[in-house]
């Protein structure tokens, strides 16, 4: 295991009171859960680049039916229809 740094965090009372229910169900204590979940987030944005993202997008464009042979000339009403539901 790496060395540990201490540090102070401030959590609000729901945030604490979530962690110490957690803790005590699990029998994790409330520093481990934190480290998860930080080690968590930070992994979670190790995503694709930019560039990648962009790229599968456009692959993706025109691929896919909606099953309407107006979407392009009849975006607009598509679009308002699908925001009424």
Do not use: C, P, W
Not at 31 to 37: N, V
Not at 60 to 73: I, N, T, Y
């Amino acid at each position: 295991m790496m060395g540990m740094v201490r540090t102070q965090i401030q959590l609000s009372d729901e945030q604490l009171q979530a962690l110490r229910k957690l803790s005590a169900s699990t029998g994790r204590s409330i520093a481990g859960l934190i480290r998860e979940s930080v080690d968590h987030y930070v992994n979670s944005q190790k995503g694709v680049s930019r560039q990648h993202q962009i790229e599968r997008a456009l692959r993706a464009a025109g691929r896919f039916s909606s099953g309407s042979s107006d979407g392009s000339a009849q975006h607009d009403r598509h679009l308002a229809a699908a925001f009424r539901k």
